[in-house]
């Protein structure tokens, strides 16, 4: 309970509230490397589950795995003016490949004569490299198209860094298509935009907002750049994943042309998509109280904790047999249950750090419930208590980890909805502002007053939002220049 | 078939015929990032079936997966100094955080105010960033064992790289367990070792030798480093994976200690086991012939492809649904299955591809085979062909499957009998090691007698072998003294 009682509340401070947790539930802590996170059990455990759905979706989808040289050659990253213009400035620098013993002793330093031609950098992301090696495989339609995805660890040296959220080295899954036609490369974009909002819907419970980047937020040496974005229980929207039209920029810069059913030689369009260790962040603080972790079924590692109460071995023994007959009910439904008979941590202690780790579902077995043929049944995300007949307790635990995914995103909705407003002046938009939460607002479409809000008020366009929001045109909220549309701006992380 | 033509004969050259496979085979190729190899799509499949499949293996003996930062700080590798002496010479160092245009317009530069305080590497293995990171998880015997393993990438600049087989950067697994007990530590590096070796026989088919290194050839920082040792067709051996007792080396140099029973301090005890994509090169090398791959149908990213013969459209369309039939049943029974009706390449070219990319069962459909209630059968281990009754074929094809996983273990097993020798003299293992092959021989246990093989034939004690070997005592074959046993050489990869 010590450890509990430490877990800043949301209230106080939501950035402590956030450190606190991400350490006291064993997902992940600061390394000795600056900027580097060390991505504990716990943590790594709910990534594997992102991963293991993510992957399977792009494989339905017919992209394939790959692996790429971490290390890029210096010289690549100008190939691309505007991605080299927006990136590749804050990286690790690999110049040297060999160290030594130094001659006084005193330990080992670098080895002056190992030194590198050029030098490289570690990968920030990796079009470069991957277009340079697209150009050996493609030469015909036949090539077409080409879809990879790898899984890999990338760095951008960031000065602020905060667990999961921005860290220096972080986790990610990239993917990089080649298409003969522009209509293809498109369509692939929105494609995998729709997978990553339908994972974001459906596993995370994470009520994220589709739609397009202005040109100010594009990734450099995007056409189109769209977005999913979140909002977190603070009122900051996070982009959660991207999916980048690139058109034929890298493939222009890296020289990659096809021989196309006309026999004439065209270059290809390019798309790149990606989503990283930042959802964790993401997971972490839409669903998450001050009583720590809360996890959507979906994505928990343990689904369901037993715990039993008892008073002497005589009775744990009922208990365990009992516990084993559920135990193996509950895995033959495809939840994961852990039965905690621990003996060294008192039933309060366990209560509260299965709370802290936000395992879904708690049951607790006494000696007296065995008696009553009862069991009492705790739900994570409302905290509510019952107790319930054993008999069928299974399917009911089964039908509750639906019910508390299904809350959890209606809760997060509920949320987003009450915090998605409408404003037509400047003065109103900069009040709103404060309060958090996405503002819809009209927008001349240029980068200089974007530019001018952002300076203001620390607002970004988020996204030119798809769906449901108002599409009617306006004029602009700082110049009254005419505005297509709304536009979704929020202070993000 | 033109490709097909390309490929070297082993019996001209062996290493040229292994170069030739892995890149027309699509499994890997170099990138322009010296010694780092591009995994392509095809190989990064097989790859991906082993590291599921032992991924699955460690969490069932209850390892948790986590991850490590890739930079290691400088001053981290001198902590322990046999790791030190043994490592850490040849590695990628990172010395800047930032590039910048150079003023003159001519591109992009390192920026020389970007400096870092203390350089770092890039990993080569991570034994210190994680126990400089165990000394937080670890205060008393209750957080012990404590057992980790992490998939990543590694680096280290080898001068001579080859592909999968000794690449500058690779990919693999490392796992790091904690231990209160020598004891335990020492079955923890055993257990590992069991794990490997019953992959490397029952899904690689390959009948790998386990046995522990001599000192020369143990894992910097290691007290016994276990290995399971592979031969290749060449008669070279081939280190497959290494599991190391690290006895309390790392956990003094990070001083990582814990609170015992009895309330007093001690230091850890600790192992570290890996195996790479290094494991791609000894399964390509074991099985495959002049006609290109041969993949263990446990291991096969695609175990079955079905090839249509045709003259019309309207044949095809028939043969098109009774191949769907086949495919729902093939997949029900767990198989892996390829429809390649493609009609931009002729049936010749495909078999000669599918034979090239190691499918191990080919079953081709034509117009008569329907008419008499046959299809034609090819395996690629024998490259034998029959025709049978389409009725029963899919089980008939389980059974097979199953055939070929052993019919290529027991041919490798052969193989690696016929090439075990035991000699007496010097001089007879001076001529025998010329052959190629394992030879068992007595050895006096010193060092320097090793080094002088070494020097003299370019043979490495591979390591002491268990199991079945002859364990009397003799006398070593180079200085007449006193052998506790015969021990296992060859010239090694």
Redesign the interface.
């Known amino acids: 309970m010590a450890e509990l009682k430490d877990l800043t509340k949301r209230s106080e401070s939501y950035s402590q509230w956030y450190n606190d947790l991400v350490l006291k539930a064993d997902l992940a802590?600061q390394?000795?490397?600056r900027g580097?996170?060390?991505?504990?059990?716990y943590g790594?455990?709910i990534w594997?589950k992102m991963q293991r759905i993510l992957d399977d979706k792009f494989k339905e989808n017919g992209i394939?795995?790959?692996?790429?040289?971490?290390?890029?050659?210096?010289?690549?990253?100008?190939r691309e003016a505007e991605h080299?213009e927006g990136f590749?400035?804050?990286?690790?620098?690999?110049?040297?490949?060999?160290?030594?013993n130094a001659e006084d002793g005193s330990?080992?330093i670098?080895d002056p004569a190992a030194k590198l031609e050029e030098?490289?950098?570690?990968r920030p992301t990796s079009e470069t490299?991957i277009w340079?090696?697209f150009k050996?495989w493609i030469q015909s339609y036949?090539d077409l198209p080409l879809r990879?995805n790898q899984w890999?660890?990338v760095?951008r040296?960031e000065m602020r860094t905060r667990l999961f959220l921005r860290t220096a080295?972080f986790?990610w899954q990239e993917g990089h298509t080649a298409h003969a036609t522009r209509e293809e490369a498109e369509e692939e974009a929105q494609t995998m935009l729709h997978v990553y909002n339908d994972f974001a819907n459906n596993y995370m419970a994470l009520p994220v907002i589709m739609g397009v980047k202005s040109a100010n937020e594009r990734f450099a040496g995007a056409l189109d750049t769209y977005t999913i974005e979140g909002l977190m229980q603070d009122g900051k929207a996070l982009q959660c994943g991207t999916s980048h039209f690139l058109g034929r920029n890298f493939a222009k810069a890296f020289n990659v042309q096809f021989v196309n059913k006309e026999n004439n030689l065209e270059s290809v369009w390019a798309t790149s998509w990606g989503v990283s260790t930042r959802l964790m962040g993401a997971l972490i603080m839409t669903h998450s109280d001050d009583n720590g972790l809360v996890l959507p079924p979906a994505l928990a590692p343990i689904q369901v904790v037993i715990v039993p109460i008892y008073k002497n071995q005589e009775q744990l023994n009922t208990i365990d047999s009992k516990v084993a007959e559920l135990t193996a009910e509950l895995k033959s439904l495809g939840i994961s249950v852990k039965y905690d008979n621990a003996d060294?941590r008192r039933p309060g202690f366990k209560f509260a750090d299965y709370e802290l780790k936000g395992v879904p579902v708690r049951l607790v077995l006494g000696a007296r419930d065995l008696d009553n043929g009862t069991i009492e049944v705790m739900r994570r995300d409302t905290l509510e208590k019952e107790t319930r007949p054993i008999e069928g307790i299974c399917q009911y635990v089964q039908g509750l980890l639906d019910d508390i995914q299904k809350n959890l995103h209606k809760k997060a909705l509920d949320m987003r909805i009450a915090n998605t407003r409408s404003v037509d002046t400047y003065e109103e938009f900069k009040t709103e502002i404060e309060k958090g939460g996405f503002i819809l607002a009209h927008w001349d479409g240029t980068p200089e007053t974007e530019e001018l809000i952002k300076n203001d008020t620390k607002a970004t366009i988020r996204c030119i939002p798809y769906g449901d929001f108002d599409q009617t045109p306006g004029t602009c909220m700082v110049t009254g220049k005419p505005s297509a549309r709304r536009v979704l701006f929020a202070r993000a992380y």
């Open positions: 802590e390394s000795p490397v580097c996170m060390v991505i504990k059990p790594y455990a594997e394939s795995n790959a692996y790429f040289p971490l290390l890029i050659p210096k010289s690549f990253l100008s080299v590749a400035k804050e990286c690790a620098v690999v110049t040297h490949y060999r160290l030594k330990g080992i670098v030098e490289m950098i570690i490299i340079s090696t050996n036949r990879v890999a660890n760095m040296w080295e986790l060294n």
